[in-house]
């Protein structure tokens, strides 16, 4: 995809790493993992699936949760190749060019979750604060130009990272510190220059970071006016409203968060803390968003319920 040009001295193949002291154990912690991918890619496709074919669903707030669906499938695509890889077959190797396309897939992907996540408390906003005009400020054709934005956004922010890793030259270093290729990973293994990536790299992590701060701003905002309604019914019916929104919110941003802190301020850290940190932050939310909006949107559940009943009594 992006053609190294490999001169004498340097390094062609990247080493990814599994779980540091139980590589015996890989084979059988491939089990869960299998289990963990599948459950996350029929969820989504389920999510999807139900979505794609209720007519009921085809309103604003599905539209977004079918794109947070999209994202959380392609981030699940996009680690499985080197997770299976390296937990079912001990093959740690992997092509520069390799590397670099899944970093590029992995960064771009979540990078349009943030902005899912956010165009959803926005969402949440209108549907709570400005109830009356929710269907006049969020018409279908808005909510496809704001996918189409979406999806260029993410695309233009991540380009660079291929040409910018390219540029670099790896010479003796080739072992990674997670089981997939990450920018921050890679670029650290160079043996030339490589402040243009740090620079760029703290750019797009402000980006996704400033996503976090208008979510919360957002949820000020929802909170203030949800405190101005009358009785207690009111106020929980409102907030209920965005449960599952903050339950994706808390899902997706606590690990980044947490490995990055760990990353700033940790002195001993812990190569198996950092490892199992990184790996969650891929599983865990593909995992559980589909399993949170089912138990919480009523009409997901009920609708899902259906589908599957219909195909099991064919």
């Not at 009409?299 to 099991?312: H, Y």
Request: proline share 4%; charged share 15%; glycine share 2%.
């Amino acid at each position: 995809m992006f053609p190294f040009n490999i001169s004498e001295g340097e390094i062609s193949t990247f080493l990814l790493i599994g779980i540091p002291g139980l590589k015996h154990a890989h084979v059988w912690l491939s089990i869960p993992i299998c289990l963990m991918y599948l459950m996350a890619i029929l969820g989504n496709c389920t999510i999807l699936f139900v979505i794609r074919t209720e007519p009921s669903l085809h309103e604003p707030m599905y539209y977004f949760l079918s794109m947070l669906a999209l994202s959380d499938l392609n981030l699940s695509f996009s680690s499985l190749p080197t997770m299976l890889r390296i937990f079912l077959f001990n093959t740690m190797g992997i092509s520069a060019d390799a590397c670099i396309a899944q970093e590029f897939f992995i960064h771009g992907f979540t990078d349009m979750e943030s902005s899912v996540l956010l165009i959803m408390s926005f969402d949440c906003f209108v549907a709570i604060c400005n109830t009356l005009r929710y269907s006049s400020i969020l018409t279908s054709s808005r909510v496809v130009k704001m996918g189409l934005i979406l999806a260029f956004r993410s695309i233009l922010l991540v380009l660079p990272f291929p040409f910018t890793l390219r540029r670099l030259k790896y010479c003796q270093k080739n072992l990674l510190s997670h089981s997939y290729c990450l920018h921050q990973d890679t670029m650290k293994l160079a043996c030339s220059d490589n402040k243009i990536n740090v620079i760029y790299g703290f750019f797009v992590a402000l980006c996704i970071m400033l996503d976090l701060a208008l979510i919360f701003l957002s949820y000020v905002l929802i909170m203030r006016a949800v405190l101005s309604t009358g009785s207690l019914e009111e106020k929980l019916k409102a907030l209920n409203t965005c449960v599952s929104h903050i339950c994706a919110v808390l899902i997706f941003y606590v690990p980044i968060i947490t490995l990055s802190a760990i990353h700033s301020f940790a002195k001993h850290k812990s190569p198996l803390v950092m490892i199992l940190i990184a790996d969650l932050f891929l599983l865990v939310p593909p995992l559980m968003n589909p399993i949170v909006y089912c138990v919480k949107t009523q009409q997901i559940w009920e609708k899902v319920l259906r589908k599957w009943f219909n195909i099991c009594w064919r």
